[in-house]
């Protein structure tokens, strides 16, 4: 069920996550809890308005000027000892980090959480070449043994239960456990820790990093991020080209609003800001340091019409409060980003023809947009790409010919006139007491769940005159 | 392989392309940091009671354990007392003039194991691994704190030389020793003293890790049951000393 | 308010084929406010079905009609936040190239909603209940996210005589419709629906207040379906004092 197939039809496996009575009780349990926690967190902030502004600013300030941005963290991290290298493709971004293990002789890489190496499909690589990828954060590290992907970008295992996890840890960890969370996590502690103290290479993301200072930043709650950071000889960081911020003051920023947005924390538990490589007189720490700057679809949209999607801190507020996310969780998606920022991500990432139906998977509530604590206008985005896909003329033929239809009816008045007496002929077979219950056509699944309301006996237009 | 020209030139056309979304500028950071930092700390000489309180409030808040000595003679009976509570005795300690004393005699004589961290790196790669088993061992993590942001509970760590980060990572058990001079108010400020110390090359023995860390180890991964100490601590706990540390 | 005000109604393509009722109650209940109302013929929908759906030349192509045919107006009137929206903040961006772009920007500056246009414009907030009882409030999106509009429709409905407001649970959440989203998913749309229902039913209010006809007629539909008691009413039917 959560496995997702992309030559099933998108609205195919909406429609599967929506029989699935277990995640539907679990996206609403989690998204309800969050979308609490967030306005709380909001509501004891009195500057976060202002803040949200201030880092929506930098975002596009650092757009501005990104090539200056980039050099200098680059120049950074390279007079820290660290070692910088450029992806264009995931493709490239595998090989550096194999490369990178294959020259280390690293047998077994621990990650931290990181949507990038998700979305270079770094695992399967590792695991080719005779690295064994360990994810460490609990939610991964669940979904890892299960050989799924993420559902949410910070939840990933939400939609599992205690016993199935319970169920898991049986299988694959030969560990009889009693469904308890507290149990489940004790567990893992014990079998990550080993694996911690003996890796040889550490994975992670960045949630930012900055130019200045040449600082890699990791937020996480788990701790996992430090350990990764601290134990292995070597840490390689993978980070999209968009995530440096000028300066620590800049960071200083989006901190104050990242985990009130993720998960209604004024601070997450770890906050752990590194520069380069162990430094003389340390006693733990990395050998060797390297930053991986991935392009991968973004480097395009600086000037491209997602660029607002560049500003994101996949933070996952606009999936929580997204309709259409809570009712089909992140699988039904069938991308490494889920939800409405996702479809968005997506396009970046795999052009917009990927996305010819997701890009329709909102209702342009705007809930999104008003989460998002960098205020994104993810619904004008998503207008856009759909803007983009019928001027390719991907749509299907039957919509653009309805479409056009629709246009030369609105534009034109006597045929706006005359095409409602001919609706209320045609209707007549299926409307009873100004209702209809059941028609042909686009709009038959509309009238499986929903009555439709017929069309006026007389409609306002004609009524007007007799309104004097 | 794409090479840095490559890639920064790529960078550099998209930006020519076009003149962005609307006017905008990065945040205002602090010209003199350290006159700010200064500043600070002159003005939190007196605000500081108010402070420390907002740190208490906060820090129980994340399930941090609040603890008060009246001088850091009194710490180590303090860190005896956490000790027993948990049934353990092995600690791991930064080393003295990091941790601005040495406690190990005291917590000897109070039952504890302590074991201080060298003051830098080893050259014995032997050595190295036994003293990381030896941490990993270890119940208790005794590190002083350069920051306590009163906002957020937050202690604020920077490795280095004698203040390994593992000390306050591995063991299961984290107490963290600090005075008044660390106290500040908001993560802005801390904003402050990023700058000041990450401003050039990093200084002798300063390391290459800056943790925060607000409260004990926690998950929610599984049917967001919040539960403490997935990999790091599962107690926090923090020591004020209301006379200075250093003298 | 001294000097009379004139105002032309902007209908919407909804309210003249399916809701007639609504532009009927509109036009009474501002007629008695004294409000001059006009009704530009040759007026027929927004284009933002069209807009939406990413067929911009042909939402550029009405949009540069509408604004053509609402030319001569003091004042618009929309009573739907959707449309609103539309004519406000969509289209001096989607004529913005074109001929149309000033007369577009001036027209977006008086077109209002109509719960703005009583409580801001017109400073009118007392109005009498068409229905008794318990009523409860569904914001829709592009109100109250689009236009930023949750207090006015809130005032009027807070001083209804004969009416007591409920806040509903989750009010601020999408009902599912989303134009031809609730076509092109209708499962998906289908379920969020329900769950708006659930909260509707669960106020125990009499009718389900919205300020949009999309809304209505998705709500409606739903509640049609159920058989439920609980009444689909736009806000205009509620204080323009006429039962249905």
């Known amino acids: 069920m959560s496995e997702t197939d992309l030559s099933v039809p998108f609205r195919r496996r909406a429609g599967s996550a929506l029989g699935d009575k277990h995640l539907q009780e679990a996206l609403t349990i989690a998204t309800t809890k969050f979308i609490g926690l967030r306005r709380d967190a909001f509501d004891e902030f009195p500057e976060g308005e202002r803040l949200r502004d201030l880092a929506r600013e930098i975002k596009e300030a650092t757009l501005q000027h990104l090539h200056r941005y980039v050099e200098q963290l680059i120049d950074s991290v390279e007079r820290l000892g660290g070692h910088v290298h450029y992806a264009t493709t995931p493709e490239e971004a595998r090989r550096v980090v194999l490369d990178i293990a294959a020259r280390t002789g690293a047998r077994m890489a621990v990650k931290s959480k990181s949507m990038a190496s998700e979305e270079i499909h770094l695992n399967e690589a590792l695991e080719a070449a005779g690295v064994i990828p360990i994810e460490t954060d609990l939610g991964e590290y669940i979904i890892q043994l299960a050989h799924e992907r993420p559902s949410h970008i910070i939840a990933p295992a939400i939609h599992k239960t205690k016993g199935q996890v319970a169920d898991l840890f049986a299988k694959e960890l030969k560990r009889q456990v009693a469904a308890d969370p507290e149990e489940l996590t004790r567990i893992a502690r014990v079998e990550l820790r080993q694996k911690f103290l003996e890796a040889d290479l550490g994975i992670t993301g960045a949630n930012f990093a900055v130019a200045d200072t040449g600082t890699v930043v990791l937020v996480t709650n788990e701790g996992n991020g430090r350990m990764v950071t601290s134990l292995p000889r070597v840490h390689v960081a993978v980070m999209g080209v968009e995530k440096v911020v000028p300066s620590m003051t800049d960071l200083m920023v989006f901190l104050q609003i990242l985990a009130k947005s993720a998960t209604g924390q004024k601070l997450s538990v770890y906050t752990t800001l590194v520069r380069g490589p162990r430094r003389p007189g340390e006693l733990e720490g990395p050998d060797e340091f390297h930053l991986v700057l991935l392009d991968n679809g973004r480097i395009r949209q600086i000037a491209g019409p997602l660029r607002e999607a560049l500003y994101c801190l996949r933070c996952g507020a606009c999936l929580n409060v997204c309709p259409v996310y809570r009712q089909i969780g992140g699988h039904a998606y069938g991308y490494t980003y889920p939800g409405p920022i996702g479809i968005l991500l997506t396009a970046m990432l795999e052009g917009p023809g990927s996305v010819k139906d997701l890009a329709h998977a909102s209702s342009l509530c705007g809930a999104c947009a008003d989460a998002c604590p960098v205020r994104i206008d993810i619904p004008k985005m998503l207008v856009e790409l759909r803007r983009e896909i019928h001027e390719a003329r991907i749509a299907p033929w039957t919509e653009r010919l309805a479409y056009g239809l629709m246009e030369k009816v609105l534009a034109s008045p006597s045929l706006y006139r005359w095409s409602k007496p001919l609706a209320r002929l045609l209707q007549r077979p299926f409307a009873r007491d100004g209702r209809i219950r059941s028609v042909p056509l686009a709009f038959t699944e509309w009238t499986r769940t929903r009555d439709l309301p017929a069309l006026a006996p007389q409609t306002f237009h004609e009524q007007w005159p007799t309104l004097k | ?247 | 308010m001294n000097a009379p005000v004139r105002a032309a109604l902007m209908v919407t393509c909804l309210g003249d084929m399916f809701f007639p009722e609504v532009g009927v109650s509109v036009t009474r209940l501002l007629r008695r406010l004294g409000v001059t109302v006009d009704f530009p013929q040759g007026q027929t929908c927004c284009g933002q079905p069209l807009f939406n759906s990413g067929y911009h030349a042909g939402a550029t192509r009405v949009a540069a009609r509408t604004v053509e045919v609402f030319r001569d107006a003091e004042h618009v009137v929309v009573p739907s936040g959707s449309c609103a929206y539309m004519v406000r903040h969509e289209y001096p961006a989607l004529l913005r190239d074109t001929p149309a772009r000033a007369e577009a920007e001036r027209l977006a500056g008086r077109t209002y909603e109509l719960s703005q246009f009583l409580v801001r414009v017109l400073g009118k907030t007392r109005f009498k209940a068409s229905v008794s009882g318990r009523v409860t409030y569904h914001d829709s999106c592009h109100l109250l996210r689009g236009l930023h509009e949750s207090e006015a429709p809130r005032i009027l409905l807070k001083n209804l005589e004969g009416a007591e407001l409920v806040e509903l649970p989750g009010g601020d959440e999408c009902c599912g419709f989303g134009g031809s989203f609730s076509v092109r998913l209708p499962e998906v749309s289908s379920q969020i629906l329900d769950k708006k229902i659930r909260n509707i039913e669960a106020t125990g209010a009499a009718c389900v207040v919205a300020c949009d006809s999309g809304c209505l007629m998705q709500m409606g539909g739903g509640l049609g379906r159920r058989r439920s008691k609980v009444r689909p009413l736009h806000l205009a039917e509620l204080l323009a004092g006429d039962e249905r």
């Open chain 2, 1 to 247: 392989m794409t090479t840095r020209t490559e890639f920064l030139s790529r960078i550099r056309t998209e930006v020519g392309k076009t003149p962005g979304l609307f006017s905008a500028r990065t945040a205002p950071r602090p010209s003199d940091p350290r006159a700010v930092s200064e500043t600070i700390k002159r003005e939190l000489a007196e605000r500081w009671p108010q402070a420390l309180e907002r740190f208490q409030l906060e820090f129980e808040r994340v399930a941090g354990v609040f603890h008060r000595a009246a001088s850091i003679a009194v710490v180590p009976q303090v860190v005896a007392g956490i000790a027993r509570e948990n049934e353990v005795r092995r600690l791991v300690a930064w080393d003295a003039p990091e941790l601005g004393a040495d406690l190990l005699d005291a917590l000897t004589a109070r039952g504890l194991e302590p074991f201080a961290m060298p003051p830098g790196d080893l050259a014995d790669a032997t050595e190295r691994a036994e003293l990381r088993r030896r941490v990993a061992d270890a119940e208790l993590g005794l590190t002083g704190v350069d920051l306590a942001i009163a906002e957020t509970g937050t202690l604020v760590l920077r490795s280095g030389a004698g203040r390994p980060r593992s000390t306050s990572l591995l063991p299961a058990c984290h107490i963290a020793v600090f005075d008044r001079t660390a106290l500040i108010e908001t993560l802005g400020q801390a904003g402050v003293f990023l700058e000041l110390w990450n401003r050039g090359e990093l200084e002798g023995r300063i390391g290459a890790v800056t943790s925060f860390i607000t409260g004990p180890s926690r998950t929610a991964d599984i049917e967001l049951t919040l539960t403490r100490g997935v990999h790091g601590p599962k107690e926090v706990h923090a020591i004020f000393v209301d006379q200075a540390i250093r003298g």
